[in-house]
């Protein structure tokens, strides 16, 4: 950093608020932010003062990572003032009351973001002294257990929780969430110890979950982003029961995104049991795994976006439904769509993958051109290695387009393979998940 010398005046960086410093040194990461420490006398410890401190890999080199959590401690002494955000993603933790002393030190500091992630090792139990931190606006946990303290009051103030990899029992859990009255958004995955949960949070607008359930039931009215993927859903040892406190998904419902096999999902419960529910705020559907040879799921799909009158965006993922002679039966339903009018005036963006060049697939694309007005893109990924004439398919369907439709074909390069078990804590990549913090 340059001293810019006016009539020998002190530089004008260091002569800044320190409010305007202390901002400055926000935006940097926590490395770079404590490096200004060697500018001169005045910057020694400026950086102690940072609002966020973010700590992971990245930010030691190889030889010092036995020593991170000696070096986070030195971090929280030395710091002065309230601690906005504090985020600490490591391999794993050596020393459980290393632990206890980070959050005592974020207690006293007034933390408002606390996010915990640990890769590997032993569960660790939460400290009790973070069910006292009532500023918590965003909490993120992975890999701990969880027994909540009886002095427990609830995190009044607390509007996101994600929690993955955690031991937790069915009662604290829902206990743990009903004491959260501003809770917006949630994201579940990988829980151990819970078979049956019942989400009852009123201003949930948010929710994203996976992992294996026998039975889930919500009351959510204001629910506006709904993520799924259940591992294994239907299998013989893995019945899903999926309710909703009102028939059919919740009427707000804004972002769809289904990670596993949609007829699964159909089935887990009283969803769909209204096909001419009417899903009007309903902007964006994702599919992860759709049979488009079986006429019971692709009914349903039409049923499902015929009553989402403002649908802008469709994202379908094709699976085959192997050893099912089913083809003739869904060319047929097909033969009979052309005279039911179905109009899907306000979607904009189609795209289909894994796509595999079959009759009734084709048959999907060239409904959905023939009855979406404003369509403005529309693409098609083939599944690797296809076996159908590629030049021959963008024939057929190129000329389908309106004008203002731009059609993108990714020819033989799209792996249908799929990974339904979500290990990541952000899939903010994936066309099925929304996840907006």
């Known amino acids: 950093m340059e001293r810019i010398c006016v009539g020998g005046a002190l530089d004008r960086i260091s002569d800044l608020p320190s409010n305007v410093i202390d901002h400055i040194l926000a935006c940097l990461p926590l490395k770079d932010a404590a490096r200004t420490s ?10 102690h003062t940072v609002p966020h401190i973010i700590v992971d890999e990245n930010f030691f080199h190889e030889r010092s990572q036995r020593k991170l959590e000696g070096i986070i401690n030195y971090i929280l002494i030395r710091h002065e003032g309230n601690i906005e955000k504090f985020s600490v993603s490591v391999e794993k933790v050596k020393d459980c009351y ?3 002393l980070w959050i005592w030190s974020l207690l006293q500091k007034s933390i408002k973001e606390l996010s915990l992630i640990i890769r590997r090792g032993q569960h660790n139990e939460v400290p009790s002294d973070l069910f006292s931190c009532q500023q918590l606006r965003k909490l993120s946990l992975r890999h701990f257990e969880i027994k909540q303290a009886h002095s427990f009051k609830g995190f009044h103030n607390l509007i996101s929780l994600k929690l993955n990899k955690v031991n937790i029992e069915t009662a604290i859990f829902e206990s743990l969430i009903s004491r ?3 809770l917006e958004q949630l994201t579940v995955r990988n829980l151990s110890c819970i078979d049956h949960l019942h989400i009852n949070v009123p201003k949930l607008k948010y929710f994203c979950f996976d992992g294996e359930f026998q039975s889930m039931c919500f009351n959510t009215p204001l629910l506006e982003v709904l993520s799924i993927n259940l591992y294994r859903i239907g299998s013989e040892n893995n019945q899903f029961d999926l309710r909703f406190k009102f028939r059919g998904l919740p009427p707000l419902i804004k972002e769809l995104y289904v990670r596993c096999r949609f007829q699964k999902f159909l089935d887990a419960g009283d969803t769909f049991n209204e096909v001419s529910n009417s899903y009007s705020h309903l902007r964006t559907l994702g599919i992860n795994a759709f049979c488009f040879e079986k006429v019971d799921e692709v009914a349903s799909l039409l049923s499902l976006i015929g009553g989402a009158l403002n649908l802008q965006i469709l994202d379908i993922k094709a699976c085959s439904c192997k050893n099912e002679a089913v083809s003739e039966p869904i060319l047929q339903f097909w033969e009979e769509q052309n005279h039911l009018p179905l109009s899907l005036n306000q979607l904009q963006k189609v795209t289909l993958r894994s796509f595999h060049g079959k009759d009734f697939e084709m048959r999907f694309i060239q409904f959905v051109l023939a ?21 021959e398919v963008k024939a057929v369907l190129v000329p389908l387009c309106m004008a203002s439709t731009e059609f993108n074909w990714v020819g033989g390069t799209y792996d249908s393979g799929s990974d339904d078990s979500s290990d990541s804590d952000d899939n903010s990549n994936s066309p099925y998940s929304s996840d907006s913090d």
């Open 98 to 100: 290393n632990m206890k």
């Open 371 to 391: 009855n979406s007005p404003i369509l403005k893109e529309i693409t098609v990924e083939c599944m690797k290695n296809p076996d159908f004439n590629q030049d």
């Open 38 to 47: 060697t500018l001169s006398k005045k910057w020694k410890e400026k950086w």
């Open 180 to 182: 959260c009255p501003l």
